[in-house]
């Protein structure tokens, strides 16, 4: 079977976090795995690597793009939305 | 200990090709930026920063010369030329020998990397220009200096980020203050706007894809900005004998370390700089009129600074003016603190304080005079000026009418 996005996603947030994939739960926001700014940053960049996507996140003014990084879970469905909107 | 005073000042930024341009630009509140006219500029996602614009190098320099000065080296060599001759100096025999020339950049010859880089990997070829380590390394602007205005002194570049300038403002003040020389050159440049320079920066996200408004609750981030700004730092003794227009004073410095966060201001590393200067250079908290802040216009950067001056200053950091010039010229890097202390001259000399413009909101957290979008008339005694680099590296000047 294909990784999903949804994987994908958990797999990078967890090598940023250095936790095994087992240990990230989706309500889970990005400080409570000890993910900083720069870790965020880099998340990103790894996002947008593995799905030849362009995340719009500004960090001045994270709350203000569409990109909502509130958890685990909302990071998946921006990332899912993003990689929908590119195919359609 | 001696006295420090400027003797000379000149430039080239996005608001003019020489200071009174510059000022007069400040004094109207004019934005230099926009668009940027570089090549591949539809690939950046960041497509505005304070460039240098009506600038044509061949009408400065010839083509040797050219094959051998970078963008910023080119800046620097205009603005020193501006600086010396209003300095009325020249350096010759013992006095040569004496003086010389310490400069900022971060990065030196970012463009002539990118255009080589460009050679090599893009193009495919296997050659480049024989000169162009010569003509990228971060010291080649001061080097150019020396040779163009014969000075045989203590000579050399500092590269602290963001914070360049003021640090090589800082190490010309100390050399003369203590007696060492009598005259130095400094200030700083930087050009890295070009595709490689502007696409390094994106991959931070905190650049603004707009415009660079500092304080302001809905700014988004920082521009880029390129240019040089170059002074004549002159032991008042030897100015006055002479007869020298001096346009102000150096009267202190301090420089700290966060020791913290390799991108995160720190408050406490910032104030410290900012006390230090005013304990350096003898002056009361309430003897300050103005600072011109470092105020990139990120987020994290201006309400750190907010709060680091509103520790030190108490109940006068109501009182007192401060005011972003990024807001015009963009933040030229390693070149900043220079061409900002261009905008100390003016508030000291001429009674007029450059604004903070494109200020839209007020934000709580930055609820200080930022003399929002227009010029003020004010009479103000001493200044500071701020640099707080990546790194958290923090370098502060004080200066004082004279």
Redesign the interface.
């Known amino acids: 079977m294909p990784e999903t996005v949804k994987q994908r996603v958990i797999q990078i947030i967890a090598d940023q976090a250095i936790l095994e994939v087992s240990d990230i739960s989706m309500s889970q926001t990005l400080e409570e795995l000890g993910i900083d ?2 870790g965020l ?1 880099e998340s ?2 790894a996002i947008e690597e593995a799905f030849d996507i ?1 995340v719009p ?5 994270p709350e ?1 793009s569409d990109f909502d990084i509130s958890s685990v879970a909302s990071i998946v469905s921006a990332v899912e939305k993003l990689v929908a909107d590119q195919t359609a | 200990m001696k006295r420090v005073v400027i003797t000379g000042a000149g430039t080239i930024n996005a608001l003019g090709h020489n200071v009174p341009a510059t000022l007069e630009a400040m004094r109207e509140g004019r934005c230099g930026i926009g668009p940027l006219e570089i090549r591949d500029v539809e690939r950046l996602s960041v497509q505005i920063g304070g460039q240098v614009h009506g600038y044509d190098p061949e009408t400065h320099f010839n083509r040797q010369q050219i094959s051998l000065y970078d963008r910023f080296t080119q800046f620097t060599l205009l603005a020193a030329k501006e600086a010396v001759e209003e300095a009325g100096l020249t350096f010759e025999g013992e006095f040569a020998t004496q003086s010389g020339v310490v400069l900022g950049t971060a990065g030196g010859g970012v463009n002539t990397w990118d255009e080589n880089y460009r050679t090599v990997y893009e193009e495919g070829k296997n050659r480049v220009h024989p000169f162009v380590v010569p003509k990228l390394m971060n010291n080649a602007a001061a080097s150019h200096v020396s040779m163009e205005w014969n000075l045989k002194g203590p000579s050399f570049t500092v590269a602290t980020a963001c914070a360049s300038s003021n640090h090589a403002m800082g190490q010309a003040f100390h050399m003369i203050r203590s007696g060492m020389t009598k005259v130095m050159i400094t200030g700083g440049s930087e050009s890295m706007l070009c595709f490689g320079g502007v696409k390094a920066w994106e991959g931070l996200r905190v650049m603004s894809k707009d415009a660079c408004r500092p304080f302001s609750a809905n700014r988004n981030g920082m521009v880029q900005g390129e240019g040089a700004a170059v002074f004549v730092f002159e032991d008042y003794d030897h100015a006055k004998a002479r007869g020298a227009t001096m346009l102000a004073e150096v009267v202190g410095f301090a420089m700290t370390s966060d020791a913290s966060d390799i991108v995160m201001p720190s408050k406490q590393g910032a104030a410290r700089a900012i006390s230090g200067a005013l304990k350096d250079a003898g002056l009361n908290r309430d003897q300050i009129g103005y600072i011109n802040a470092h105020g990139t216009g990120t987020a994290a950067n201006d309400k750190t600074e907010c709060a680091a001056v509103a520790d030190v200053f108490g109940h006068h950091a109501d009182e007192l003016m401060i005011s972003s010039t990024k807001s015009m010229h963009g933040h030229l890097i390693g070149g900043t603190g220079a061409v900002e202390l261009l905008a100390c001259i003016m508030a000291l000399r001429d009674g007029i304080i450059a604004p903070t413009i494109g200020y839209e909101e007020p934000d709580p957290e930055c609820a200080l005079d930022v003399v929002p979008n227009e010029a003020r008339e004010a009479k103000v005694d001493a200044v500071l000026t701020n640099a707080f680099a990546f790194g958290g590296l923090n370098a502060v000047l004080a200066m004082r009418r004279v």
């Not at chain 1, 996140?57 to 003014?61: E, G």
Request: a negative charge; glycine letters at 0%.
């Open positions: 700014s720069m940053v990103i960049f362009q996140f500004n960090a001045n003014d203000a």
